[in-house]
């Protein structure tokens, strides 16, 4: 049974057809689930939750409502307090402290999606701009319906985008040109280019058949063995970040535990006997 | 006012249409523009000099003439002086000191375009062979016409392509097999190969219409907050290469600075009255 | 001359009409090429004396019969010995040790593909699961035929992949989002999807025409310098795992002495003769 | 004027003679000031909120009671609960990634002291085992009196230090022989050998006379410019993971807004009016 | 029981008042240990096998007769052939990659001696130079007799040392001016200098009081827990190379199984007991 | 024949009793040898061309007049212009974008004392505070006179030291506590000191006995192969910024050119003869 999960901010609903699935919804959809700040320390701590929820093997996240996944940053909630908002009176180097410990706290929020355990797909819509890149680059799997407008928006307030987007970006596409243009220009971009590029890996008819869509793939990751999806996320993460040479002898050490898991036999079993394998949960 | 510029292989040119563009041009189109010393070591200063001009925000790079971008290294030029030429007195070791220098020169004047503060776009026509590649890929952006016919050469001549290609052309495309192919095979490869595989982001009629829609895209960039626009080239070539964790840090770190620029509320009230924005110089 | 290569599991032969090309082909057909430990131990022999063997310039690797390339680990032969069979009267921290040690080895004999200092072309067809793209991620170029069936195949075992699937394939495909996706789901994928997103560069009609284009690539790439394309395989692989200034300064280091060869002057005058130049071997 | 502090295993005071000095003791000398879960947990929200109070500049953290700074791991409680207790029912695979998420919590804990914004002196005394090596090495500064009894307990009880003694001490002491010495033989060490090799700054005759010591170092520090401070404090530890190159394009980032502090102006104004100068808070 | 061992150019012992302890000796003391290429190569099988044998949890590392620890390359015999010698008909191209890959090749079989898993602690006496210097930064602790006469010589043969003293004595040595100043100088040092920058940990009377506390040490490392002691050592060693966050996450990763031995139990009972414990091969 | 050096601040000789030896002087002795950026930028050509200069193989810093090394900025001269003076019109984030310039310009000058490809020997004596701090560990060996007063001044402007000794000193002496101390307390240290923690290799009795030493080291040095003595000055920086793996690899790629000189066979002919040998220019 999975534990119980009251949010404010977001719904996280486990669907009886989708065995150890989490389904997670932004829900501020009057407000095109614009963020602000009491939305992703709230998030982290949804993730951070999830990540250790032995009845959760895979997640997926996406927004209510029919417009957006999300706007990004609610600019009027930020410009009303926060360390954007003006403290007149602190020099331009103890402002800068304010503004760094901000930044990083945010980051860290979005990273708790990057850092849970289990496979995060988003499943995207409509509005998809500003810190919908940040986030769902930190998520493992991204797919959109037709109607999505995506935008890295952020230089057209000003700024070089800085919860995620910029870092992860360019590490989730094989495209450095597309993806300084589309940061550069802060032009729209839909769903087909999306697809071109590899930013998304399907895109469905509508919000309602992208979430199925996500999660049908979340239930067949989460059939799989825990031990084996989890490993498998930690190392492609770890991969992506190192050498080769190093890569490799994280995983060596990773699986010298990992291998000693039921589930290998568990697997070879039901592959034998042709029948669905049933792993412990972890 | 943009600063007085005059150089002897290069052109820049600032369109009155595109307020903040400079317009480089290589200019040696009897020679299809091939490169020989002097020529890269005038292009450093070229980018250098625009890097700190506060007149400029973007910046596209083409070659003159209809046939070529350009075709590389003068092998000419190059043989009748240079540290590839022969020093029959020094022995291997010793002429290894100089060749080494002399390389990493070289690839300090293309190094110079990624360094540029501003983002750089490549515009390509013809033949763009060798150094076109080296080159390009030390742009931000690569547009090209249908004529162009791009080829990763060095190997034709005996040697591994030195000055930036092997480096940056996987970090360019994420393709590594394709990267792999055309290096080491040095054929000649297309628009649409280069459009399919990422390497270039759009391909366009003919030369002018490349030129045209590189200029009419850093126009758009140069209408952004260069705060903005200079830090997102800044951090996305930071965290090409380094880990997504140390590229969260340092944008953290940029921005703690960065996010005290007028040009967020600027953009913002801007938005609001629904007019375009000004931005200070920078 | 070649010299004499006479392997159990591996066949090694130099085609006539294919100067300085070794094809290698796995050679267990009635088992479908599955790996057992004598095998990937033997392949490492094969790799490391053709690495310095220096009548070869560059290696076809395929696997023969009409069903597979290989399906991967020999799980019979696997669960019969070896680590993964039960030391049970080892504790877990111990058992962890001896799988390292098992891991580490299995790895390394992979890696010698990519240690290998001629390009190795991966010619695939049929079932190419598992193993199969552990071993075609550590080539450097990929060809399959449209029969092909890949899958990264560990997960449904129970397993995390690690003899380099994980740590290789995020570099090879630059996109995240379908290197999680396949690696998550375990599920087949086949010659189309796998040109789409770039794992493999072309598609031929069966595994005939596969191994004759991987041959007549392999030859074009004979044709070289050895020079220019040993050089230019070590430095792209050192750049991948490496910032863009280590990668230029790791190839000025290197080219200081190749290009002391005597094929740049030998490929220019061939250039100019308008004839095929010759290269001394190395 | 300081956040009001109240915990339950540490003290923390803010000594009238030391302005801008936080003092945090460990507080549990009946135990001779072993850790157990609760302790380290509570630990981290200690240098949590110092990080970010702007009434502390500089900490000492010293041990109470005569006998130890802290005898470590408090072995009974945590072997009376705790991952390292028996979950029989659990595989190997699934023990692991429990013992896993609680040893990075854990590390999570003492990394919260390197964190700390302000700079940490470590003043020791007595036995000092185990988790006191740990700790210490994630503060800035370590002192020591003459009683101190050091070693780095862990391979005594079976197992490899995993707190961070491993990672940090061989980036704290230059004597890679002597650190593994003392990690592989667990011998004890006293005063006299840890300041030779650079593991303490200076020796004090007891325990009171080091933390007098302590404080002295801490109120000298707390009266510079705390923007200096704290990025000095900063920019040295990310110099110690990264080249000489990143570090230094860390520093001019970072600069690049800390130089913007009044403290410049006011520091150069009160050298030449040969008074204390006085900085706003931070 | 320890495997067999017999070699032609080391011999190795065992003890019988150190259990679990390799003696191993260079045995060319006409010669006065210098190294020529099967030697080498030999060393390389030893390390290699000690590193799995099960009976060794600890190796002496010590040159047999009264003059020498090992005076390094037998440049005679390396002038008689290798590489070195002359292959007059190849360019220097080609010549480099023979050179490389001996380079290379060489390097690998010191490497092997940070590679065992095992700790090695090296006695040295008399001339040690060029090679030992090599050898000894490979192995993890360094002891010596007051007659040692050290020199990091390659300088005085016209060659920088490539063997690993130049990659590994600065991560050995804190204290980089030294370090470059002995490698620059040739300059013979003795074993008080060795002594007070850290090069060597303790000095001896004679080459058989530095054996004799070799062995000593060697036997207390080899009474400790053979899965603590070993994981110490690889993250020691891990760490030296990586970033203190990197260091702390696989630390935690390995020690997810290897905190699952019954070694810790064994070492806790036996400390409650006042008995010397009893560990399981490994 | 060295080529002719005529500079305003600095003094370039070449000792006669000093073959192929620079000895470079501060030569502002009236203002203890303050820098100013004028400086600073004329430093920087000094070292480049000696870098290349082929009659120079060691080369000696040292500072004119009794007094001082230097003691670091001229805060007069910085607060007449430059950067750190007050641009009243730009906003925060640009005047950080010119900070940032002009500190990396200026950290860039400090390098290339370090990317000089001849060891540096600094000779200080009397007062040398924060930018002899920052210049000297860019040198390769440090050597002092007793009269010495050595200060990382910086935190006592109220900034963190931004040109080199944050990112460099940590590597230079292997004691990390020591280093934050000095750093943070900005407190003055001496000769002794400055031995015991290995920032400098020795003392002597004042100005003129510590040049006189440096010239002879620098003499000694001068005399061996330039190829050796550049090579291992390269090698030893680059390995001081990566792993041991890739130091390795760098190594073997770098000697694979420098291993095919002359010097050996004069060096070791000469060894034979015991004969001082002569080696080629470099």
Chains 1, 2, 3, 4, 5, 6 share one sequence.
């Not at 706290?105 to 509005?127: L, N, S, W, Y």
């Not at 094989?174 to 300084?180: D, I």
């Not at 087909?192 to 992208?210: D, I, K, P």
Request: overall charge neutral; aromatic content about 8%.
């Amino acid at each position: 049974m999975a534990q119980n999960y009251s949010f404010k901010y977001f719904t996280v609903q486990f669907p009886a057809e989708s065995p150890y699935v989490a389904h997670v919804e932004i829900n501020r959809a009057d407000k095109m689930n614009a963020f602000f700040e009491a939305m992703w320390l709230e998030m982290r701590q949804v993730f951070t939750q999830l990540s250790e929820d032995s009845s959760v093997r895979a997640i997926v996240l996406s927004g209510a409502g029919e417009k957006a996944f999300t706007t990004g940053l609610d600019v009027k909630a930020a410009s009303q307090g926060g360390p954007l908002s003006s403290d007149s009176n602190l020099d331009p180097a103890r402002k800068a402290v304010h503004l760094r410990r901000h930044v990083l706290e945010f980051q860290d929020c979005i990273t708790a999606v990057e850092r849970c355990e289990k496979p995060v797909i988003a499943a995207m819509h409509g509005f998809s701009l500003g810190l919908a890149i940040d986030l769902s680059t930190a998520a493992d799997i991204r797919l959109c319906s037709k109607d999505v407008r995506f935008a890295v928006k952020e230089v057209d307030i000003g700024l070089a985008a800085d919860i995620g987007t910029l870092s992860r970006l360019p590490k989730v596409v094989g495209n450095f040109g597309w993806v300084k243009e589309v940061a550069l220009s802060a032009r729209i971009f839909g769903a087909e280019e999306a697809l071109r590029v590899g930013f998304v890996s399907s895109v469905y008819e509508n919000r309602a058949a992208t979430i199925a869509a996500a999660l049908k793939l979340a239930t067949l990751i989460a059939s799989k063995s825990p031990v084996a999806v989890q490993g498998t996320k930690e190392i492609l993460n770890w991969s992506r970040d190192h050498s080769v040479q190093d890569g490799l002898r994280y995983t060596g050490v990773w699986n010298s535990a990992a291998l000693q898991t039921g589930d290998v036999s568990a697997a070879l079993l039901s592959g034998l006997q042709k029948r669905t394998p049933t792993f412990e949960k972890l």
